[in-house]
């Protein structure tokens, strides 16, 4: 048995890596395009695009990890069958329960990884490509700038001007005159100043200057000095969206439980670590075909299942959010599913094509 364990396991193992590589490949094959072509473009830095195809993987694993398993199965399971080595076994007096529990072995392997990803990973990765994102746009602005030049600002509002910018947004004797409607004109002094984000906002902080207005017009003239101030340069903004809810952490998830919305992306993170177990035993059941029949009908058959459980699972997360489902049994009846009722209809057809076979 130790043997027999280890072959189907390791059977199973490979396949999976497999189907999960050539998934992952093909996902990230796409968004490299695409972000490269953002690149070319000009609306992207060349230097943020592997740092941002990388936190789409997490993204990602939390779909493929169910569809990884559920192909696995098949895989291993419709070989065995086609080459009648299931046959031989059920001979040898193993029971289906043994290959159920090598099933349900790797599904759990394959949901604490789905679990993660889907409860911690997902929501990180989001809340880094955002800022990464952000940072860039903060880069353009920099290099946009020129040491020991005057840039105009955007629609005439004033003009900048810095001996030294640095890569990491570090200037020196910085030179600032504003024309706002609230402020005629305003000028700025500092030997010191860099760029920070702060509250997803973009912010330039200047040291030790002093700041002066009323150098035009009857207003009277004023100086002030200071030790920090915080300059926001007009249309320089690089404000973040609000984060969204899918972004958000799992602990604030359960903070906000009582929000529809935020309980329905809650639901669907634990629905994907449960989801894994339940197509892996779903496959099982699909993996069955005849020594003379082909096993990749079945292959096609199990990914439609996918596909359709996959989105009837969104469609009611979106209701659920929106208020048109109740939270309770919410996410739960997906799961409840495809066990009660498309495995017995599975069942049943395999029994009615027996007796058919056998009259």
Known sequence: MRLLTAYISREMTLSFVAVLGVLLLVI???EVARLLT???EGRLSPDLVLQLVLLKIPMAMEILLPLSVLLAVMLTFGRLYHDREMEVLAASGIAPRYFVRLVML???IAALMAGFFSLFGAAW???????ILAEGQLRTHIKSLVGGRFTPLPSSQGVFYAETVSAKGELTDIF?????PEKLDQLLLAPRGYFEQQQGRTQLILLNGQVMSGLLGPEELMSQRFERMTVWLPDWQVTLSALDIEAMDTLTLWQKRDEPRAMAHLQWRFFVMASVL???FVGWRLARVGPRKGRYSRMALGLGFYLLFMQVAIALRSQIQSGGLPVFPGMLMMLVFPLL????IVHWWWLLKRRLIGK
């Open 28 to 30: 990230m094959g796409g």
């Open 38 to 40: 953002e690149a070319l």
């Open 106 to 108: 790797l599904a759990l």
């Open 125 to 131: 990765s989001m809340q880094q490509e955002r800022n």
């Open 176 to 180: 600032i005159q504003l024309r706002t």
């Open 278 to 280: 339940v197509l892996a």
């Open 341 to 344: 009722v498309v495995m017995p």
